[in-house]
């Protein structure tokens, strides 16, 4: 592995082979958790500390379920009921935490920068994880997509990538882009509602569609993303069944695509907005594969943090 | 044990050696834990999930010990937090969890059948535990009042059973009605006032009554039920005190019980509604002993469907 | 060790050998942690259940992270959503816990005497540690302001100290003081505004100051308190700005102290209310060796209790 891993904050400008060492990680703890190796002993004594600004109830149980997998000790520090609520800075926070002695924050913040800002205050040798900050970045989520398409589609170079939704706001659209470019996906197509649709010049590289059946056209591989209620608006297309129409992926949709393409999407689906049921269903989702990926590759990036 | 236990989802039809065998490895657990055997590493590596979808710190609380103490990893899905909050459906929640790998899921639902529902829809191996579901059914309640119930009257065919309050709404009712019932116990009677009591023909072999000293008479057991203050209403009984009057366990009434009448109340009792303090807290309260049966009923529960 | 310790609910005539030797444990923990040893067992199938009346992250994080590093379970109650909102009382809550055989009870509830109260009801041999109780004690922050402090300034007999803030309703200000009286500090000032001093019959030995430049003069230690907004009325100083002129602690305040004089604070910190930042992360802030502390302190309070 070339590059020594500190914190897991991005995935913009890390290499191929740091990406394909983490995912190779995830792979052979997979394989340990199959064959009956219940408990891997590797972060034995060790502390990871969930820091969730917002909440997030399945990748903080993901995060939870990867650390205690590895014998570590999880607590989930409560934002709601803390002295953040009662105004202490996150700074002060960062320091009391670390004065306890952790060995991983897991941090999740609806401001971006936030785990990069920590990163740069720390104290001690904690290890930050962003778990997702603004419309920055999800490394995680990044991550456990290109496993998930590396499973069934190990030569990237042959793949077109289409990313549907609210790219605009999208964390897990950068990160997968970043994994992806990395990896040297042939083609990645944005689409999304012009207003939803990021700068060209965040994304070179990078290709723009408003049309969604033009994006999906021969793409091997489809991921959909979480369109939030709020972002409606901003679309133009007033109502669900009108951004359906538009940007839902159906099976008829999905017929233009190449054929047996994977379609992702990082959760919770909005069935009937962004996806069509029958879509997340059927047999080219990997939508679930996604959920198991995220518990391994969380594990080897604990593992890859913590126990070097 | 004959019948082969995949789920716990209600007594209902569950045969008395099953029952006699959960209820004896209960009683084994108990004699290891009072021998100091502090912790069993019978579910090492296992993770346990705690979703409860209504809100009991206790029941919540007794299945983490009891998951803990066989060695279980356990995580608490706080739907508060979750994405079910934002609309993600039961099914979606359940596969996701599932893809997560884990091993038993503990569910609290206010819809009767949800735990069925969940058994049915499940992809995986995973067990589910049915912690109480809506009027339905709440197993393990069933089974450590039989427990406690057993520990001081073993032999089931001499006992008469009085249980009192909201049966018509009462999970906790059914399912003792349904270990009673099995176990040979002699006669139940179902006693509250008319608006809460049940369709007689859905509890054959059990007797109604609206008269609390009728149906006190010679009861070797009284199972008290709790009030939701919102019932009241329908009872035609307006107050607390109205209630406490006609339906409330009072030393006097317990007089009228057969000599060391065992009480039980599924807890949290309100005490000068349906239950007098000295009763609650008298020589024939059973209720303290029920809670500590309630972890060695669960523990026997998960280590039955875990660890075979 | 001449006191022989089952509970810890308040440091008042606790003896200098006693709070020394927990003062010792907790280094010599303190020391086994830094040499690598990254989990003691001692503890290893004790349960501590953290019953937080209050909400305090920091504070159950750090019992939290004590038990666990000596390899007890340890439960969070969550009170908010447990039946003591339904009415149930704090005896059964007590009792019903006690059943479910918990080897300790972490106890935080803003009505004092209530740890005491739960020491003279319990029906086992559950040990109750105070984690706080209304403005009564706060013992495992008094012992972890005694280490701190020992850790620089081992003679206490030397030590003037000075505890500037809201001292008429803090239970740290009690607990610190009592830790120092026991451990012979040569002099302790109470500094406030008048509305905020408490009857000086209280504090036998103790001095009671309005002005803090005088009460500062000197100082070996400054201990300082936080001030909950709600008591700002009370202090006739109506704003943040004129309680900080008064009573915060600013570099210039500081160096009317004796020269290197220790700053404590329990936390979290009002920055610019009663302490300035530059005073805060100064050479001479030990806010953060205390939060350190404070796990190694209840480390040795939880081992002392339970692992004789």
Same mark, same amino acid.
């Given at each position: ?31 340990? *958790? ?8 590797? $972060? ?7 820091? @969730? ?9 993901? =995060? ?10 999880? !607590?989930? =520090? ?17 320091? &009391? ?16 920068? &936030? ?10 040798? !904690? *290890? ?11 490394? &995680? ?14 030569? @990237? ?6 990313? *549907? ?18 990896? +040297? ?5 944005? *689409?999304?509602? #012009? ?7 965040? =994304?070179?590289?990078?290709? $723009? ?25 901003? &679309? ?7 951004? @359906? ?7 008829? #949709?999905?017929? #233009? ?36 990926? +995220? ?5 080897? !990036? %604990?593992?890859? %943090?913590?126990?070097?």
């Amino acid at each position: 592995m070339s590059t020594h891993l500190r914190h897991l904050i991005t995935l913009q400008n890390m290499d191929a082979s740091t990406i394909q060492h983490l995912l190779n990680r995830a792979e052979s703890l997979r394989e340990a *958790c199959a064959h009956g190796t219940r408990r891997i002993e590797l $972060l034995r004594g060790r502390t990871v500390l969930n820091l @969730f600004f917002e909440p997030s109830t399945r990748t903080r149980t993901s =995060f939870e379920l990867a650390a205690r997998r590895l014998g570590a000790d999880v !607590v989930n =520090f409560d934002i709601a009921g803390s002295s953040t609520s009662k105004g202490e800075t996150l700074l002060d926070t960062l320091h &009391t935490l670390e004065a306890m002695h952790l060995d991983a924050l897991i941090v999740r913040h609806r401001e971006s920068g &936030t785990p990069e800002f920590l990163v740069h205050h720390a104290a001690s040798a !904690v *290890c930050v994880v962003n778990a997702g900050d603004g419309n920055h970045a999800h490394p &995680t989520q990044g991550l456990l997509d290109a496993l998930t398409i590396r499973q069934h589609r190990p030569n @990237f170079n042959l793949l077109t990538v289409t990313i *549907c939704g609210d790219v605009l706001h999208s964390r897990v659209a950068r990160s997968d882009v970043h994994a992806l470019q990395a990896l +040297g996906a042939r083609a990645i197509r944005l *689409c999304g509602p #012009r207003a939803l649709l990021p700068d060209p010049s965040e =994304f070179p590289g990078c290709t $723009l569609h408003e049309d969604f059946d033009d994006a999906v056209e021969g793409s091997d591989v489809i991921i959909m993303l979480r369109l939030q209620k709020e972002r409606m608006i901003a &679309t133009l297309l007033p109502d669900e069944a009108a951004y @359906f129409e538009r940007y839902g992926l159906t099976q008829e #949709r999905l017929r #233009r695509s190449a054929s047996g393409a994977l379609v992702l999407h990082p959760g919770p689906i909005n069935r009937g907005i962004e996806i069509a049921s029958e879509v997340a269903d059927g047999t080219q989702s990997r939508i679930l594969e996604q959920v198991a990926n +995220g518990v391994f590759v969380r594990m080897a !990036v %604990l593992a890859e %943090l913590l126990a070097r």
